[in-house]
């Protein structure tokens, strides 16, 4: 079956533009999770979905993120105003959700993003 | 000090002897323990859950987590060229707003040489 997929794999962009970057996860899982990677470091959890809504979004470095998933499926992540500092691969996981401490998050290939 | 730290590596060994990762977390309320594989370039993948104190095998892959020291480590048999990777220890806190988040180590890589 099909997997997480994230697109676009790659993405280029300005400092200041604004960016959206999007996750479809795998059919059925209703949990939805956003990290960010930065070179030679783990990943770094940004938001958790249960659903449609944000059931945990400490890991947001600031208000220039924000994420949504309107329908309980796909998400998309938007950065306002990027910085040369958001330059990282952004992962989508998802989950089926019935036990989110223990279920396995299964993880997209990613999306690395480059702010000039 | 970090939520959860590994080894310092690059880690090099062998092909056919045992590599031995680890891992600890600072955490007391973390109740679930994932060993992800990360090739270079892909994304992680799972290779190894563990939830109680002990020992749990698959395979060659031999995860063992202890609570009281707040340490889990995974060891890999007859380690082969394929193994090399780079591998993520992560905790997840079974409740509260945080359940569900995974906490990353910063990951250990592995070469297994020939």
């Known amino acids: 079956g099909a997997g997480v997929s994230q697109t676009p794999s790659n993405k280029v962009t300005e400092k200041g533009k604004y960016v959206e970057l999007r996750c479809d996860p795998i059919?059925?899982?209703?949990?939805l999770y956003w990290y960010r990677q930065s070179l030679g470091q783990g990943p770094e959890f940004l938001i958790y979905?249960?659903?449609?809504?944000?059931?945990?979004d400490s890991g947001l470095p600031n208000d220039r993120f924000f994420a949504v998933r309107p329908e309980g499926s796909v998400s998309t992540l938007k950065i306002q105003r990027t910085e040369r500092g958001d330059s990282a691969v952004y992962l989508c996981?998802?989950?089926?959700?019935?036990?989110?401490?223990?279920?396995?998050?299964?993880f997209g290939p990613g999306t690395r993003l480059t702010v000039l | 000090q970090k939520e959860v730290e590994q080894n310092s590596g690059p880690l090099s060994v062998p092909e056919g002897a045992i590599a031995s990762l680890n891992c600890t977390y600072s955490?007391?309320?973390?109740?679930?323990f994932f060993w992800y594989r990360q090739y270079s370039g892909k994304s992680p993948e799972l290779i190894m859950s563990?939830?109680?104190?002990g020992d749990k095998e698959d395979g060659r892959f031999t995860a063992q987590l202890n609570k009281a020291s707040q340490y889990v480590s995974l060891l890999i048999r007859d380690s082969q060229p394929s193994d090399s990777a780079t591998y993520l220890c992560?905790?997840?806190?079974?409740?509260?707003?945080?359940?569900?988040?995974?906490?990353f180590g910063q990951g250990t890589i592995l070469t297994v040489h020939p």
């Open positions: 996981a998802s989950s089926f959700g019935t036990s989110p401490g223990t279920d396995t998050q299964y």
């Open positions: 979905f249960q659903g449609t809504g944000a059931a945990d």
């Open positions: 059919s059925g899982h209703t949990a």
């Open positions: 563990i939830y109680s104190n």
């Open positions: 955490d007391r309320g973390s109740q679930s």
């Open positions: 992560a905790v997840s806190n079974a409740g509260g707003t945080s359940y569900g988040k995974l906490t």
